[in-house]
């Protein structure tokens, strides 16, 4: 008897204690809070997220807007800002973010393939490597374990990168670099091309002392100077008088002592230059020249003693007759009338320039 009595306070004890088991409640010591039974449970987070589920089915939600539900072996989030993602068992996954951008990855297929909105693409094989590509028909490739990385773009330029040791490029006429890794190399210095103006009229030299700049009265009276070059090699002013183009005109007119006369002073220099010599440029730097320096000097000088007038700025080859020479300041001038001359030395000898008077 004993032992029945016993046997039906213990059953009675089990059953008692199982009833208030079945429901349950819990609070956070910062305000979060959860309970269940009867199959179904609900929390509350302390900053507003809730969550909520039963009968293999559940939604949640978090504070700042993104929620969550699933069931059946399917399941589906919203981010806050846009994004989603959703996944079927069986089948997959998918997921969007708020600037269109997609990823995909179907069950079982050990692949996952990302796209964007401007047509570039990514897919990852397992155990295999990734593969991408863009809008522009540029691709790269990394096979896993292997440690490198390729990429090459539409018009056939590649460069390949070693984990470790560096990087590699061809470039799509056959060119190619390499970039040690972990090395570093400065930018290079910005381009710097200083500008040298020309030592005498018609002529360029390696340098020039004391020339000062091209000023427009200096360029017209260069014009005079080449101008009268022409006369004294061609032995006709009125042609130089009627020539446009004081520089064109002298070379076409040196040429014509070589027969290969032409309006064009490179191409006159060209032609003149493929006759004579292998050196095409000189060859026609010295048929424009009028053939020598003289016959320049010449023509110079048969320009300047009919005017008499000379253009502030202006660089000429010789001067006129009845000069002094006086120093001011330590420097050395050619008074001539009441024109002031400084010289200037050049790779071809002393030019004068018209300077105010000291």
Not at 35 to 57: K, V
Not at 76 to 86: D, E, M, N, R
């Amino acid at each position: 008897m004993n032992t029945i009595a016993i046997v039906l306070v213990s059953l009675l004890i089990t059953a008692l204690a199982c009833g208030p088991a079945a429901a349950w409640s819990h609070s956070g010591r910062y305000g979060g809070s959860a309970s269940g039974g009867g199959g179904s449970w609900s929390g509350s987070g302390a900053r507003g997220g809730s969550a909520s589920g039963g009968e293999g089915s559940w939604s949640g939600s978090g504070y700042r807007g993104g929620s969550a539900s699933g069931g059946g072996g399917s399941a589906s989030a919203t981010g806050a800002y846009g994004g989603s993602a959703s996944r079927t068992a069986g089948e997959g996954t998918t997921a969007t973010n708020r600037y269109g951008d997609t990823a995909t990855h179907a069950e079982g297929s050990g692949t996952t393939t990302a796209t964007n909105p401007y047509g570039g693409s990514a897919t990852h094989y397992a155990g295999q490597g990734t593969t991408a590509s863009n809008q522009y028909g540029a691709t790269a490739y990394h096979a896993e374990g292997s440690g490198t990385t390729t990429a090459t773009n539409a018009y056939g330029a590649s460069a390949t990168h070693y984990a470790g040791y560096g990087t590699t490029a061809t470039g799509a006429y056959g060119g190619t670099a390499y970039h040690p890794s972990g090395a570093y190399y400065p930018p290079p210095p910005a381009a710097y091309y200083p500008y040298h103006p020309p030592t005498t009229v018609n002529y360029y030299g390696s340098s020039c002392g004391n020339c000062g700049g091209w000023s427009t009265a200096g360029a017209a009276a260069a014009g005079v100077v080449v101008g009268a070059a022409i006369g004294a090699t061609a032995a006709s002013a009125n042609t130089a008088a009627a020539t446009s183009s004081a520089y064109t005109a002298g070379v076409a007119t040196g040429s014509a002592t070589t027969a290969a006369a032409t309006s064009n002073a490179y191409s006159a220099g060209l032609v003149a230059g493929s006759a004579n010599t292998a050196s095409v440029y000189n060859a026609g730097v010295a048929a424009g020249s009028a053939t020598t320096t003289a016959a320049y000097n010449a023509g110079a000088a048969a320009a300047i003693a009919p005017t008499g007038v000379y253009a502030m700025g202006g660089i000429y080859p010789t001067l006129p007759a009845g000069c002094i020479s006086p120093t001011v300041q330590g420097m050395t001038y050619y008074l001539c009338g009441n024109t002031w001359f400084q010289p200037s030395y050049g790779a071809n000898g002393v030019s004068y320039r018209v300077v105010p008077t000291p």
